[in-house]
């Protein structure tokens, strides 16, 4: 395989129109820049471009409806010189450096932005050619009733500081400092072979009680120092694991799904909300909160299979953060144990539906003690499905540790929630649609609550805790209800619900039980896979804008045709897909930045129930190879596909668990060398061998 920079340099963002969505109260269509904390994103014709800055940790925290992020303002660059210039922008992803280029006559400006991986700067270097140009800036805070506002300048700095309303003791306040290197003031004129460094540096008081004066000592920073440990981040993280396909546009969009995610997942404490770090308004659509039927959950699917565990990493914590108040729920509202969470919730415990207003799709009996749950019982499971990725792939004990009393919590609600009925474990009153109404066993709850109890015993035996229960929760495992199916055009599909809503064309909540819950896998029951299949071909969710995400990698997951699969993902890339990372009209945001990387990696590597799969739906006349793919069990997997043949494989074991490998070479005996050295032959269609911590095991077919 080639080197991760070689492919990483051949694949750019283009823009070659202004964008048209800066600002906008869902997902932008301008250039993507951030480091996971300070995020920027670039608007507006040549004649006035405009950066709109927002930071993952800047929310109205008061605990009720229309908590959400807000964005911090925007720098202006007004230019009316290059009023009906020509518009390029391209994004480097490899070292995620833009440069836009503006020409009009014989005037050129070439504009190089960056956010610093290292800290909170964003770096705009102006360089102007043939004729020079007058510049003008413009650095504004947002301004809304809600909160207050300071603008001064100390020494050649800029500066204003916003604060938002919180409840005590959380105090929401930022400061935004612009510095202007090689020119005086806010305006200037800049002359060809002179250029001008404009740095913001911003910082808010979850970071720095001085919050003001760290945004004033990162302006004034040197961005020639910062340009190598920039690059150095970039260039670790497109290392953690490379894949190489023989599509140009599936590759570039798969590198492009990853820079967006690294680009907004660094915070520990604030991950980023359902439009990313790129909030542009005050008032974003669904108070830009963690949506947890789905929506928070999706962005994060890819991660795990492409090694990208740091980023992962932010997600657990307004979960955890949100048990005290789950528990109140549970208690107050069902009388059970557990925890019992709402549609939304923000950072530090925040519960954004709080007196939400009631209008024609949110009534009454969609409360319950003043938050709004749209009838479903299943968010909180919901949110245990990337707990489980995160475990499944790193075996992480201290993260099983930090994981599991939030999934315990969970196994309590289903504990007392199910009702054990003739023979099997029954769900009364819980919608499988938000609005649905009382059904009877939805799947996607079924599917969940299997997920739960699985990875609430396999933690539960990893860290030596609850063996007492253990018994028990086998026994709803053993006993729970089959997944309701009914004929539809003469082919059985999955039902929504055994008793109630039957199929929606409008989601993919019929085969969300198959993924992200992981029911069912290439080993589960041919029925079974044919009924899966069956219900991918009746939903026909290909371009679906409430689960596209779930419905591709569940046809990987379930051995959906690779050709067919392929071609409609490149179909949906070419015809919606934004040049940043986006999907068009998808008012979701970032939750599709996952869909092009897993299910790519489902295609060429899945570890599902405890098997590993190299290349299980990947078709044979198309090359492919992978470099540290991220398997369950805690493997990182390379191979390659080339002509129809896998070639030598390569595992390296994180944890020392054992191996179960579906043969890539059928009938043939394999060599397994350990560490360099042979050692032992296997033969088989399933290769099973141990593994020691930190083991790399090469595998080989035996020469005919």
């Not at 690779?562 to 068009?584: D, K, S, V, Y």
């Not at 970032?590 to 790519?600: A, D, G, H, R």
């Not at 295609?603 to 793919?629: C, I, K, T, Y």
């Amino acid at each position: 395989m080639m080197h991760a920079k070689e492919i990483l340099s051949r694949h750019v963002a283009v823009f070659t129109v202004p964008p048209q969505r800066v600002p906008c109260r869902t997902a932008v269509d301008g250039p993507l820049l951030g480091n996971g904390d300070l995020g920027a994103c670039l608007g507006g014709p040549p004649e006035c471009p405009r950066f709109w800055l927002a930071k993952n940790d800047f929310w109205k925290l008061t605990g009720q409806y229309n908590d959400g992020p807000r964005h911090l303002g925007s720098l202006a660059l007004r230019m009316p010189q290059l009023q009906g210039a020509s518009y390029r922008v391209e994004q480097r992803l490899w070292d995620a450096v833009t440069t836009a280029t503006f020409r009009k006559d014989d005037t050129t400006l070439i504009m190089t932005s960056w956010v610093a991986a290292t800290q909170n700067t964003l770096f705009i270097e102006l360089t102007a050619t043939g004729t020079g140009l007058a510049v003008d800036l413009e650095l504004a805070p947002a301004v809304h009733p809600e909160s207050e506002t300071k603008t001064s300048q100390t020494g050649r700095c800029h500066w204003w500081t916003r604060n938002l309303p919180a409840r005590p003791p959380l105090q929401v306040e930022a400061a935004c400092a612009l510095a202007v290197h090689g020119a005086n003031g806010l305006k200037f004129q800049l002359e060809p072979g002179h250029p001008v460094v404009l740095a913001i540096g911003v910082q808010s008081r979850f970071k720095n009680d001085d919050y003001l004066n760290a945004a004033i000592a990162l302006a004034e920073g040197n961005a020639a120092a910062l340009r190598t440990p920039h690059a150095a981040w970039w260039q670790e993280f497109w290392s953690r694991s490379l894949v190489e396909l023989d599509d140009p546009v599936l590759e570039q969009r798969y590198c492009l799904s990853q820079y967006v995610m690294g680009s907004c997942c660094r915070d520990r404490e604030f991950p980023p909300c359902i439009f990313g770090t790129w909030v542009t308004t005050d008032e974003p659509e669904w108070g830009g909160d963690y949506h947890l039927n789905y929506n928070y959950q999706a962005p994060f699917y890819g991660l795990y299979s492409s090694n990208h565990l740091e980023q992962a990493l932010v997600y657990h914590a307004p979960l955890l953060d949100f048990m005290e108040r789950g528990r109140w729920f549970c208690r107050e509202i069902l009388g059970i144990r557990g925890i019992y969470y709402p549609v939304g919730i923000g950072p530090k415990g925040s519960d954004t539906t709080q007196y939400h207003p009631q209008n024609e799709y949110c009534v009454s009996k969609e409360y319950e003690k003043e938050s709004l749950f749209y009838g479903q019982k299943s968010n909180a499971a919901y949110c245990a499905v990337n707990l489980a990725a995160h475990w499944y792939h790193s075996y992480d004990p201290a993260y099983g540790a930090t994981i599991y009393p939030f999934v315990r919590e969970v196994a309590d609600f289903w504990e007392d929630y199910l009702k054990f009925e003739d023979g099997r474990y029954v769900i009364y009153t819980d919608a499988i649609h938000e609005c649905s109404g009382p059904d009877f066993n939805p799947i996607l709850s079924l599917g969940l609550t299997r997920m739960v109890f699985k990875l609430a015993l396999d933690l539960g035996a990893e860290l030596g805790r609850d063996g007492d229960r253990h018994a028990q929760w086998r026994h709803i495992l053993a006993h729970l209800s089959d997944f309701p199916t009914y004929d539809r055009d003469g082919k059985t599909v999955f039902r929504l619900s055994e008793r109630g809503m039957e199929a929606n064309p409008g989601n993919t909540l019929a085969i969300q039980h198959l993924y992200p819950a992981g029911a069912i896998g290439l080993d589960s029951p041919p029925r079974l896979l044919d009924i899966a299949r069956n219900t991918i071909d009746a939903l026909n969710a290909w371009r679906d804008s409430n689960g596209m995400n779930s419905f591709y990698p569940c046809a990987a997951r379930v051995g959906y045709d690779g050709e067919r699969l392929l071609a409609q993902l490149r179909a949906m890339i070419q015809e919606i897909g934004q040049p940043n990372g986006f999907i068009r009209d998808n008012p979701h945001g970032i939750e599709n930045c996952s869909l092009v990387p897993n299910t790519v990696n489902e295609m060429l590597l899945q570890s599902h129930e405890g098997v590993l799969r190299l290349f299980p739906v990947w078709p044979r006349n198309r090359d492919a190879g992978f470099q540290n793919l991220r398997a369950a069990g805690a493997f990182l997997v390379s191979a390659e596909c080339r002509g129809g043949v896998i070639g030598p494989v390569r595992l390296v074991s994180e944890r020392g668990r054992p191996v179960t490998l579906q043969s890539p070479w059928p009938g043939r005996p394999v060599h397994l060398h350990r560490n360099g050295r042979a050692t032992e032959t296997l033969t088989g269609d399933r290769l099973a061998f141990t593994t020691a911590p930190g083991e790399t095991l090469d595998l080989a077919p035996v020469a005919s």
